[in-house]
């Protein structure tokens, strides 16, 4: 280190073998030699991209989520002095190791415990996994306040609405504008959305990211999820969170403000942009990342979103006005329902439906006390949600190992 180089940041991922994960790993190769000393590497079935990731930048240890996979991790280890560990409270520990800088993009409600771990450490905490703040929003924020944790939103959405957001003047925002692709069944009919199957879900037109989130992306779940999440994020009433489909993706997300001034951040679809902004703020740095050329494109649409082919927004809508454990309650059974449809025990639009049914036997919500009542209500939403799956799957008359799609 030169004279008077800042020391290195001592950064830590979660999910570091994801879509999140890998696009992290990119961002830290451009941070330039000497600038990151990583902590901690997470993960759970890749045990060689794991270990790779782990060598390649000397982490002080990798742990896989999973506790039958540390022999193999060691075995991938050996000789590279980086500690190897594995289990669901090897993560949570790791997540706890000072860092300065976390990434959390453990897919799903898994990240909850670990996500939490390192909010309390009191440092920065680039937040991609969603779930954490639709199962849990209120609880995230008063412990980021209490811990004195910076939270820096990585979804593309809420990384542009965080940069276009006018703090000083935070009383003047009317709404925001959440930008949705609108997936690859944007175009599609009501009765051939009704037949999707999973690898039709999977492919994203615009982005490329995990298999979960291009499915949400695809029943527009994910854009519900991201309500949520903003609504905690910014601390908006559900009625100041709009959607609006634009196929292009250039504009990532915008803010209203009372004098009908409209912001919007635009960018390629690309989540190193929103990654290395939360890695470089409040500073700005060159990152490797396409450059618009607007003359190129021509043209950007916008769209209201269709409620009838895409009820999760409806949904999501509902969750917020419930409060409480709903958002807990949507995304858990969700998740089960995700699940069934990439197993193929339930067609598409059975996801919503299951949702919608699960939230109204839930109902009333009661608010979120404790990361216990959280667990709580995903583990009973999951369960409603799985008997209503096995409940169709018997009125289908197709019984055990029956497969839609
Ligand atoms: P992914 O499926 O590509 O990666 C998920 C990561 O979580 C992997 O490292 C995996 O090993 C780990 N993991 C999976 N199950 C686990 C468990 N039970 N315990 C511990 N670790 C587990 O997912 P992704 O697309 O990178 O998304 C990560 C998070 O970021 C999600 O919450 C997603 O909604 C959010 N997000 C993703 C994108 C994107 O472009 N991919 C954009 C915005 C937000
Ligand atoms: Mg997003």
């Not at 090897?90 to 799903?108: F, H, K, L, S, Y």
């Not at 504008?177 to 492919?203: K, N, Q, Y």
């Not at 949507?330 to 919608?356: I, S, T, Y």
């Amino acid at each position: 280190m030169s004279e008077g180089a800042s020391p290195p940041r001592r950064v830590s991922i979660l999910g570091a073998t994801g879509s999140i994960g890998r696009s992290t790993l990119d961002i830290l190769r451009h941070a330039g030699p000497g600038a990151v000393e990583v902590v901690a590497l997470t993960g759970r079935d890749n045990i060689a991209g794991l270990a790779e990731a782990a060598r390649e930048f000397r982490a002080e240890v990798a742990v896989t989520a999973d506790p039958s996979r540390y022999e193999d991790l060691k075995a991938a280890l050996a000789g590279s002095g980086v500690e190897a560990a594995a289990g669901e409270r090897a993560v949570i520990e790791a997540a706890a190791r000072p860092a300065d800088w976390t990434m959390a993009a453990i897919v799903g409600s898994a990240g909850l415990a670990p996500t939490l771990a390192a909010l309390r450490q009191g440092r920065t905490l680039a937040l991609a996994n969603k779930e954490c703040l639709v199962s849990a929003g209120g609880l995230f924020i008063e412990e980021a306040a209490r811990a004195g944790a910076e939270l820096l939103p990585v979804d593309s959405e809420h990384n542009a609405i965080f940069q276009v957001l006018d703090r000083p003047n935070r009383a003047a925002v009317e709404k925001i504008l959440l930008t949705a692709s609108g997936g690859p069944f944007r175009d599609w009919p009501a009765e051939r959305i009704a037949e999707a199957t999973p690898e039709e879900a999977v492919a994203h037109p615009n982005w490329d990211m995990g298999a979960k989130i291009s499915i949400d992306s695809a029943s527009m779940f994910n854009k519900g999820l991201e309500m949520i999440e903003a609504m905690h994020l910014f601390a908006l009433r559900p009625d100041q969170v709009e959607v609006l489909v634009h196929p292009q993706s250039i504009v990532h997300s915008m803010v209203a403000y009372v004098d009908g001034a409209v912001l919007a951040q635009m960018g390629a679809p690309d989540m190193r942009h929103a990654i290395g902004h939360a890695f470089h703020h409040p500073a700005r740095a060159p990152l490797p990342v396409e450059r618009l050329d607007l003359a190129a494109i021509g043209a950007l649409e916008f769209r209201a979103p269709d409620p009838v082919r895409f009820p999760a927004l409806r949904l999501a809508r509902e969750a917020m006005e419930a409060g409480g454990l709903a958002g807990c309650a949507l995304n858990a059974a969700k998740e089960a329902a995700l699940e069934a449809f990439m197993d193929r025990r339930l067609p598409f639009m059975g996801m919503a439906q299951v949702v919608e049914e699960v939230l109204s036997a839930l109902s009333p919500f009661a608010p979120a006390g404790s990361l216990d009542d959280v667990f709580a209500m995903d583990a009973l939403a999951r369960a409603a949600a799985g008997e209503r799956i096995a409940a169709r799957i018997r009125a289908s008359g197709l019984g055990k190992g029956a497969a839609f799609a």
